[in-house]
């Protein structure tokens, strides 16, 4: 009978002791389960700002192309206007030399 309660107690301290050991696990994985939740919200609020910055970037890269077209097109006019203004300026210069 006394071996019996002495391998009953010895379970009974094997089984506290496994018990605080699950216990230990279970609290360090909680932790880590909190601080990866963590990480994660902040993850995801980093990535929604950077799809926001794309967003922004992207609209940029259109304003920007579109006043490229703009000024690209100034160019032609300004470059045609020279070019009338340059012919214009050689006919005037070959009646003056017809005159003289």
Same mark, same amino acid.
Do not use: P, Y
């Given at each position: 009978m006394e071996s019996i309660i002495k391998s009953t107690r010895l379970e009974i301290t094997e $089984? /506290?002791?496994s018990l605080e050991a699950s216990r230990a696990e279970a +609290? $360090? $994985?909680r %932790? *880590?389960?909190e601080s !990866? +939740? !963590?990480d994660l919200a902040k993850n995801k609020l980093r990535i929604k700002e950077l =799809? =926001? /910055?794309? @967003? =922004? *970037? @992207? %609209?940029n890269v259109e304003a920007l192309m579109k006043d490229i077209a703009v000024a690209e097109e100034d160019i032609a006019r300004w470059r045609e206007a020279? =070019? $009338?203004e340059a012919e214009a300026g050689k006919a005037i210069m070959k009646e003056c030399q017809k005159e003289v």
């Open positions: $089984l /506290r002791h +609290n $360090l $994985l %932790e *880590l389960s !990866q +939740n !963590q =799809e =926001e /910055r794309e @967003i =922004e *970037l @992207i %609209e020279c =070019e $009338l």
